[in-house]
């Protein structure tokens, strides 16, 4: 019974963490899973009537999205999977944070990262609904962390609960989880996820940054940022991202 119990929990955890290689597999167990058929039955007709004014639909549609820590927003932006900039479809409200501004760089410090980051798994059985992993910690994390473990298993993900992660409510999950899944349909195999302190060009910038004045390391890594920000802002296009051997993005 025991070996039975292993290879039953084996075969879940290879479905919830399926293979990016095998596209037909993939998609097939994904929309097995009672969580994603009821986010199909709910919310697929909704979004096919939103991504018609860009001339979109679910079936051939590439998402980004960016996250401020402060305003507690995460923004979807669309594009058709042949067109390079992207435009903003919606914006949902991150329900719960923790950890001050700045990024995350040991485990259990309770920050939500900042940085470029992109989906890397798809879970339809998380314990917080449904869960699209970031692939933190990236090469800067893990280079400005030091000797530190700089931790891992970060997630968009439902419920209202977090310890460094973006929860934004089931019913938004389902939304959210549905665009990327069909992001990954039309062959986008990197979303990305571009993850803030706050808006840069916001009128509140300075009173944010302020009391982080004296933190040198902190004020230089937002700098960093910014350029990506203002970048994105600007072109609204992915970003072409590099990490030099100090752990600094360069665009």
């Known amino acids: 019974m025991t070996r039975l119990v ?22 097939r167990d994904q929309k097995r899973s009672i969580r994603v058929k009821q986010a199909y039955t709910e919310k697929e007709k909704q979004l096919n009537e939103n991504l018609k004014p860009f001339g979109l639909s679910l079936n051939q549609v590439n998402i980004l999205i960016t996250a401020f820590k402060t305003e507690q927003h995460l923004t979807v932006y669309v594009k058709a999977p042949a067109e390079v900039k992207y435009r903003k479809f919606k914006t949902y409200s991150v329900c719960s944070m923790s950890g001050l501004l700045g990024p995350k760089r040991r485990k259990g ?105 004296g933190d040198k390391n902190t004020i230089a890594f937002w700098a960093k940022l910014k350029k990506g920000y203002d970048q994105f802002l600007t072109k609204q296009q992915e970003l072409a991202v590099t990490i030099n051997p100090a752990g600094e993005y360069v665009f």
Do not use: W
């Not at 290879?7 to 879940?12: E, F, P, Y």
């Open 6 to 27: 292993l290879i039953i929990t084996a075969v879940v955890l290879l479905t919830v963490s399926a293979s990016f290689t095998d596209d037909a597999t993939f998609m």
């Open 109 to 213: 410090d309770r920050q939500v990262p900042e940085g470029f980051y992109y989906i890397d798994r798809f879970n339809p059985a998380s314990a917080y609904y449904l869960s699209l992993g970031l692939n933190y910690p990236n090469a800067a994390d893990r280079i400005r962390s030091g000797s530190n473990d700089p931790g891992g298993d970060i997630f968009i993900h439902g419920k209202c609960v977090t310890i460094g992660c973006l929860p934004v409510t089931d019913d938004y999950i389902k939304e959210i989880y549905l665009l990327a899944l069909q992001a990954y349909q039309s062959g986008q195999r990197k979303i990305h996820v571009y993850i803030f302190p706050y808006k840069f060009n916001s009128i509140f910038a300075d009173r944010f940054s302020a009391p982080y004045a």
